[in-house]
């Protein structure tokens, strides 16, 4: 998988720095040699970086800002499992990885943010990037569970109203965990409904990427 498919996502492109989009991706597929949870890196990162650019709109940021702060939201979300294949024990992840992170001089807010998103850490999460990639990790891997049922295989004919429906068919993608895809929603303050279609629309758009 090239490590510049999601290029457009990568802030600080014109002023590349140790920690971009490719240094992340780098780590990421160092310590990972599975397919599916490199995916799932890329999927948690659509949905993240979506949330991120109505965030920066919403803050009024543009140029060198709204690229550094899009780049905290695309590394965050693609480094959140990045030491899962190697250490997928409760008592390692996503400790020992974000213990790399800071050895390797990452920022602190991606540390807080990756602690965070494990319900386990005892890490509260309080900043938006902090709630955004709690709310979209669970999430993406179940959209891309519904769409590798259809017989298509492409997220683009998944609909939202039947994800819905799927959530609640607890044999279907049994790994996934429902609380934390409402309790997710409910701390981002967006209706889970609406936060499934926007993270849903944000994987449809860039499907040829995502292999889905």
Not at 3 to 15: E, G, I, L, P, Y
Not at 63 to 70: M, P, Q, V
């Amino acid at each position: 998988m090239a490590d510049n498919k999601f290029n457009s996502m990568s802030a600080n492109q014109h002023h590349p720095t140790q920690y971009d989009r490719s240094a992340a991706w780098a780590l990421l597929t160092e310590w990972t040699q599975s397919e599916n949870l490199r995916k799932h890196a890329l999927g948690v990162e659509t949905c993240v970086v979506a949330y991120g650019e109505a965030e920066a709109d919403r803050l009024g940021l543009s140029g060198d800002s709204r690229e550094e702060f899009l780049n905290l939201y695309s590394t965050t979300a693609l480094l959140h499992d990045f030491d899962y294949e190697r250490h997928p024990t409760l008592d390692e992840h996503p400790f020992v990885g974000v213990r790399e992170l800071e050895r390797l001089g990452w920022p602190q807010k991606t540390r807080t943010a990756i602690l965070g998103h494990a319900t386990y850490s005892g890490v509260p999460r309080e900043s938006h990037l902090d709630k955004v990639l709690f709310a979209c990790d669970e999430l993406s891997g179940f959209l891309t569970a519904c769409a590798l049922v259809k017989p298509s295989k492409a997220i683009v004919d998944v609909e939202a109203a039947s994800v819905r429906k799927k959530l609640k068919d607890k044999a279907f993608a049994r790994g996934v965990n429902r609380q934390d895809v409402i309790q997710g929603a409910e701390e981002l303050g967006v209706d889970l409904d609406a936060h499934i279609a926007f993270c849903l629309a944000a994987m449809q758009r860039r499907a040829a990427d995502l292999g889905l």
